[in-house]
């Protein structure tokens, strides 16, 4: 407006030059002010790393993004996520969900945190923090500082983790990269070959163990890293990187040949040894929970089992996250108590356990070929009064990890069964099914229930019994104990059902506990025996180290060292670790998920009730939506986001993708 | 006046300014075509695979305007033919991927050992065939027969595709896949009917050279259109199977 105003009014020139002289010249004075200051409105490194507060909102951002398989991870919708339908449980085959029917990868497009950038976010946090507070160091003692810094030290190491056992080698940075000081070509960073990435992990976790004292002074709850703890997740990652070494058979080189997917055999012992020495060095700084345990009482042995995953100060808890409500939360049990416990939210029952994993319990009849024994010599039905009959001898770990048809939880008995068999039952009960069938069963004889809503059937003696369990099995709504079993592992036994809801839980997940010290101590020792390795006594050391896991879980302890097979231990593993998101780990590093689920339907167990003989009877057979799980190989190395090849293209894609 | 003309000036100045900055992408969509087929360098029938990410791929890598592309995949059909006409025309690298001898093998350090893909300027329409060892070779041995109780029995016949040793892995499993689509494969087979096999150790490799009769599972088998193949595989990398043809019975 002012400059179409010089330009329609000459007779004003004069003036206006006076006027803009003495403009120019206020400009100029205010010119000299230094403007390179810096911003008032961003916080400052020196606000940050001058005050243990800043420290600690720091670390909080570290220990909140650090990548591990909590109660907010699914392989469907990633970590971070409050939804927990598609369970990791189901994917991995140690249970049936209604919302999970096949094998899969990680869906990394489906994932609200993407775990590339995700992960090199903390990644880059961490070395901006081992970069910045040395210059700060002057405001601290040296004891924090190195503490500091060793944990900076371990949420990087475990970033790299999460990235090596998912992509195999990935990009290494170590440093902070700046843009634009360094370019486009050199911020292109290729993956580092396979073995590189998992030599970086131990460097950091070594770093870690050696720079954290003994317990962590800001938090020793277990919720933040000591020397220990570090111990412990290299011990965890050693043993991947081991196993890789030793059983994987997919590689891909890049054009400088390096080996950017695989790790040479001949390292494998290496790892193994270092995941053994890292174990041993918990040797008497944590222990196996046992407050309630007492020798030979099965029931003192099942709450010892079922208390050790709600006792925050166990010994046992090497490493936790917490969660507390309205902050911080989950909905495990809104997920997956049984039917009959629903709370308002509507779900129940997402992880049903399967007969496979169950069968891999002692304490129950089983065939020769050690599969649950339901049928008598003559091939009929054997029949129990309740149905917790069959499990009256189970192993106690077993009954606290699954609900069993017809346990107690909450107060309540959890009904389990599928139908009512109203046939004849003179002379015993043949299969309703041939063996191996995949049919559906024969409508004639049997009284199912569609849904919750049932119509009671009347028995032979007059009274009225509901056609299926208040937990299931309905045949139209899988809401329910679609295996006939339910899971009981991380549920809250004195959690109202008013407040069992999404978004409103806050047990503690317990990420590294002891119990898999010892497992990753004995799995390491044993390929150290198998591969002739003298260093200890191996064998043994495995050997004592899977009789502890037994003897707390009241399961049968082994007789004699050469009665292990690596099975033996494997097994070991699976049956303790079940559902806390490590299986699928396991299997994949084991390199035998492909086996495992090739063409693979799970088994359930049905039980129904025999009205003309006022008993029970089980039927062992396959899941009865036929839903098939077959592991593709080349998932062993997820694909890397096609978003972060066109970024960096000098990161090749893994094969088969 | 002369104010408010300015004004219009520069409003007309400002919006012809902006339209400039419009420009239309003319360059013509990919409209070339690479077509071709994977033959077995024995017996010169194509090889079959399996439509999906599971089973044969062509891997083109445009070398007109970097010496490190990012590589460009697409399936061959079931048959073992592949055919896309929707390419650039450009300079290719191309290879195909499947189970079978790699067409780049490599030894356990990376070296390139043998490089037998196949460099095409693409212009218009491309023919490249490749002649290719099959992990495993599978042959019907006669023709599926229908059972008198409803089940179906096949006989095939499975020999090594190489005699290189690398490539020589144990049998891992022999499948007999059943569908009611002629889509017939691991990825896409009724579970109910199929016979799947795993063997452990080298306990499958007996098996080579024998007449293998299987039969299918789980009763008797729908009156509909029913489609039969054999898929069998070796332990290498991905594990990816090696199959028959297609072949359907017609219900009695």
Sequence with gaps: ?657 | MKKQSLYYIFLCIIILADISCTKIDNYPGPSSTLQGKVFDALTDSTVQTEYGGGGTRVKLLETSYSSNPTPEYFQCMQNGAFHDDKIFAATYNVSVEGAFVPVIQTDDTGKVLIDSSKNIVLKNTATVNFWVQPFLRIEWVGQPVFNPDSTVTVKIRITRGTDNPAYQGNVTDINLYVSNTANDGNNNYDPRYSNLHSYGGTSGNSLLGQVITITTTGGALPPQDIYFRVGARIASGLKRYNYNAVESIQYP
């Excluded at chain 1, 990633?78 to 369970?87: A, E």
């Excluded at chain 1, 035998?592 to 039927?619: C, H, R, S, W």
């Design chain 1, 1 to 657: 407006m002012l400059n179409f105003n010089f330009l329609q009014s000459n007779s004003m020139k004069n003036n206006n030059l006076k006027y803009i002289t003495v403009i120019l010249g206020i400009f100029s004075l205010a010119a000299c002010r230094n403007l390179d200051i810096p911003p008032k409105n961003i916080v400052q490194d020196a606000d940050v790393f001058s005050t243990t507060a800043g420290i600690q909102a720091y670390m909080a951002r570290l220990y909140s993004e650090l990548p591990i398989e909590d109660f907010r991870y699914t392989p469907e919708r990633g970590l971070n996520f409050f939804w927990l339908i598609s369970p990791m449980s189901a994917v991995s085959g140690d249970a049936l969900s209604r919302d999970q029917t096949h094998a899969q990868q990680e869906n990394f497009g489906n994932w609200s945190w993407s775990v590339w950038s995700g992960c090199y976010g903390v990644i880059r946090d961490c070395n901006y923090f081992i970069e910045t507070l040395p210059k700060y160091a002057k405001n601290f003692t040296t004891a924090t500082v190195n503490d500091w810094i060793g944990e900076a030290y371990f949420v990087r190491g475990m970033t790299y983790f999460a990235l090596a056992k998912r992509f195999g080698g990935v990009p290494i940075v170590t440093t902070v990269l700046n843009y634009p000081g360094e370019t486009i070509d050199q911020l292109k960073i290729p993956r580092a070959s396979e073995k590189a990435t998992w030599d970086q992990i131990k460097s950091d976790l070594d770093s870690a163990t050696l720079l954290l004292p003994v317990v962590n002074p800001d938090d020793n709850d277990g919720t933040r890293a000591n020397k220990y703890v570090a111990a412990a997740f290299e011990s965890r990652a050693m043993l991947y990187a081991g196993s890789i070494a030793k059983y994987n058979s997919i590689t891909l080189f890049d054009a400088k040949n390096n080996e950017i997917c695989g790790i040479p055999s001949t390292d494998a012992n290496a790892y193994f040894l270092a995941a053994y020495n890292a174990a041993k060095m918990l040797d008497g700084k944590y222990s196996l929970y046992m407050k309630a345990w007492a020798a030979n009482n099965p029931d003192a042995q099942y709450q010892n089992f079922v208390d050790l995953f709600s006792d925050p100060g166990g010994p046992e808890n090497i490493f936790v996250r917490e969660y507390q409500y309205p902050n911080s939360v989950h909905g495990y049990d809104a997920y997956n108590v049984p039917r009959q416990l629903a709370g308002p939210n509507g779900y129940s029952a997402e992880v049903n356990p399967t007969l496979n994993f169950v069968d891999m319990f002692d304490g129950i009849p089983k065939n020769p070929d050690g599969t649950i024994k339901t049928l008598d010599a003559n091939g009929h039905y054997i029949l129990y009064k309740n149905t917790m009959d069959l499990f009256a001898n189970a192993e106690p770990r077993l009954r606290a990890t699954v609900i069993l048809p017809g346990d107690v939880f909450k107060g309540q008995q959890i009904q389990i069964w599928r139908g009512i068999y109203t046939g004849p039952v003179a002379g015993g009960i043949s299969p309703l099914l041939p063996p191996g069938s995949k049919e559906q069963y024969p409508t004639a004889n049997l009284v199912e229930s569609a849904t919750a809503n049932q119509t009671p059937y009347t028995l032979p003696d007059g009274s009225l019994m509901n056609p299926a369990g208040a937990s299931g099995i309905f045949t139209g709504d899988q809401t329910c104990a679609i295996s006939g079993f339910s899971v009981r592992k991380w549920l809250d036994p004195n959690l109202p059902t008013s407040q069992v809801l999404e978004n409103h839980e806050s047990q503690t997940w317990i990420e590294m506990r002891y119990a898999e010290v010892l497992l990753n101590r004995a799995e390491a020792a044993f390929e150290l025996y198998l591969a002739g390795q003298t260093g200890a006594d191996y064998l043994d050391d495995a050997f004592n180290d899977i009789n502890q896991i037994r003897l707390r879980a009241g399961a049968v302890l082994l007789t004699s060292p050469g009665s292990m097979t690596v099975d033996t231990i494997r097994i070991e593993r699976r049956k303790e670790l079940a559902f806390e998101n490590k299986t699928w780990w396991d299997l994949r590093r084991w390199r035998i998920l492909d086996k495992e689920q090739n063409g693979t339907i799970y088994k359930v167990l049905m039980p129904f009730y025999a009205a003309k003989a006022g008993e029970y009877f089980f039927d062992a057979r396959y899941d009865e939506r036929n839903d098939v799980y077959t592991f593709d190989p080349r998932w062993y190395y997820e694909q890397i986001p096609q978003s972060v090849i066109s970024k960096n293209s000098n990161v090749i894609q893994n094969p088969g993708y």
